[in-house]
């Protein structure tokens, strides 16, 4: 491939973000110096992730009294691996949807690609493939930047039923048979598919004591409330971050890199739209230590998405795929199903991602409580990553 934009692999930025709605009560009674994440981070791709996580959960929006969860990082990886292939102004749409920054777009595009590289055995497994129909004949060059990129590549020659059986079966091994099946079928005209698929397993740093939860009214945007049951810390140290409205809390896990960050507001039920002005505090910086309790009812979240249309309204263009014989194809879905659940002892999250492309036309589609809707991340504070976000108008 002689057009297409060759990427220097950089350090790693990888962030998962999780953004929901459920409730917290924490009680702040001292802060102590704000926490900062370790020096290998890279500030740019936390910021430019909390900024896509929230961009992309009002994009998803239908209904303002609905949960909306989907994760940025597992989106953001799939579409750096289109990045490989891409003309300039394809890269450049893939960059602005993203919301990263123009001048540093294509090192963090390689960053998401190297999240992917092969590591010892941790609570975050990342990876992305391709599928490729053999009529694209993709050159020698390209098929290198996919070896270096740590893009597994499946041996079919045809995007037909065997294929689906693969890309199905690779995305339940990664998740760990979280998401048994990401595609229900082969699309019709597909010859390209960008795969990312990651899984998340931790215990919490501190545990809930499950002999303290216990049920606790959660207040609804219309102001009635329903009786939901809660997880609660008991007096402690922790991270929160405050301004005139909003209360957040940052939960870490045992494995010190990742934490659940929680938004909510301290008096009123907000909708989504209202979380904007504190959207940056989903990258998990910022936040003071101080003494305080939290609560958090136990959270099982899912979804099956087609980001297709939020991307684009983000920016993102369907043609503008180079390096193959014949004619481009464009991109015509983006499909993406997710999960999570956590409860007195820890979090799990699994996500997975498919970029389609085909020949066919394409289709343009303190007091910290939160019992009341709120914004949630799950962070890689090392690499940035936020791997799911979402609101939850009612958990």
């Known amino acids: 491939m002689t057009d297409a934009p060759l990427h220097r692999r950089t350090l790693l930025r990888a962030a998962a973000l999780l953004a929901a709605s459920s409730a917290f009560e924490t009680s702040m009674f001292c802060a102590a110096k704000a926490e900062t994440p370790a020096a290998s981070s890279l500030p740019s ?46 890269t450049q749409s893939i960059v602005a949807a993203l919301s990263l920054q123009p001048n540093n777009g294509r090192r963090d595009l390689d960053a998401l690609l190297l999240a992917a590289k092969p590591t010892e055995a941790g609570p975050l ?9 053999a009529s694209l004949k993709p050159s020698a060059s390209l098929l290198g930047e996919f070896k270096q990129a740590h893009v597994k590549l499946f041996d079919d020659k045809a995007l037909d039923d065997a294929a689906l059986a693969h890309i199905n079966g690779w995305v339940s091994e990664v998740t760990h048979g979280r998401i048994p099946k990401l595609l229900e079928s082969m699309p019709d005209g597909a010859v390209l ?3 990312n698929a990651l899984h998340f397993k931790d215990r919490w740093q501190t545990a809930f004591d499950p002999a303290k939860t216990e049920p606790k009214a959660f207040m609804r945007l219309d102001g009635s409330t329903v009786e939901k049951t809660f997880m609660h810390s008991g007096p402690r140290s922790a ?15 045992a494995t010190a890199r990742f934490a659940l960050t929680v938004i909510t507001t301290k008096r009123e039920p907000a909708p989504l739209k209202d979380f904007e002005p504190v959207a940056a505090w989903l990258s998990g910086d910022g ?3 101080g003494e305080g309790q939290i ?41 993406q199903r997710v999960d999570f659940t956590a409860n007195e002892d820890g979090a799990e999250a699994a996500a997975a991602t498919a970029v389609i492309a085909s020949r066919s036309a394409s289709t343009r589609y303190t007091n910290f409580i939160a019992d009341k809707p709120f914004l949630l991340a799950l962070n890689d504070r090392t690499t ?6 979402g609101y939850v108008a009612t958990p």
């Open 239 to 253: 991270l929160f971050r405050s301004d005139d409205r909003f209360i957040a809390a940052r939960l870490p896990f």
């Open 295 to 335: 609560a958090i009812p136990p959270l099982a979240l899912s979804a099956q998405l087609e980001l297709k249309p939020a991307l684009n309204a983000l920016g993102l263009k369907d043609d503008g795929l180079i390096g193959f014989s014949g004619r481009p194809p464009s991109i015509t879905a983006i499909a």
């Open 384 to 389: 940035g990553l936020i791997l799911l976000s």
């Open 125 to 133: 497994a990342l990876a992305n493939s391709l599928a490729l129909d």
């Open 287 to 289: 936040f003071e230590r």
């Open 193 to 195: 598919i960008a795969l």
């Open 45 to 90: 791709l936390a910021a430019s992730q909390a900024a896509f996580a929230f961009k992309l959960a009002k994009a998803l929006e239908t209904d303002r009294n609905a949960n909306v969860v989907s994760s940025p990082a597992s989106a953001a990886a799939a579409l750096a691996v289109i990045a490989l292939f891409a003309d300039e102004q394809l």
